[in-house]
């Protein structure tokens, strides 16, 4: 664990739960965040190496940048129910729509996004698990919102390619941001995790998945 100088006013910002996320930089130079309770106990922290803005090669305009940023949100909520509801999936043998679905999220290719969101909720909806559907349908919404206000927007932009498609400076800027990407992904695992939200052995589960399928995406 790492010692942190917090200033009391932090949780000023912290929501219902009393706990707030503190990004810092360790000596090292590694890109921590840390869950703090009102008590200043570190709950749980998680490093990477490299930070999406240092990662930003200069290629990236503004609007880039902020619809990436939008997809890894979308991203983490809906791994985020792909979780709450890992056991529905299970039994309906449709791991396989699931692990496209996130496939698509990680490489932040859209088109794919809205095709395996829409199977997923198809198949949902048809076994009846109806608190399930809701929250998929109000993430079909939402992404729907984003490509109507992006109209015209360059989504092959954001998009990770595979290697060949790409010069060799560009697929390892690429796969740094990715990684990046994922690991917003895995802070807000954590995240539950620490608030027993979700399961502590679904979320391990879930990371390892998700590795898994950031390995093998070329």
Known sequence: MHELD??????EKANGSGIVNVSFKTECGHFCQAF??????????????????ELKSGNESPEMIQVSDLVVKLASEIIRINVQFNEVIKRMSEQSIVNALEKALLRCQINEV???????????????????AVQLRNEIMWLNKLVRGKAGFDWLSIEMRVSPAMEEYEYAHMKGVQYDRLRQIFATLEFEAIEHELPREAVDEKKNQLIDLLEGVD
Request: proline share 2%; aromatic share 10%; charged share 30%.
């Open 36 to 53: 703090v309770d009102r008590n200043f106990k570190i709950r749980g922290e998680a490093c990477a190496d490299v930070s999406l803005d």
């Open 114 to 132: 809205k095709g395996h969101l829409d199977l997923l909720y198809a198949q949902v909806m048809e076994v009846g698990e109806m608190e399930f």
């Open 6 to 11: 917090i200033p009391e006013t932090v949780f």
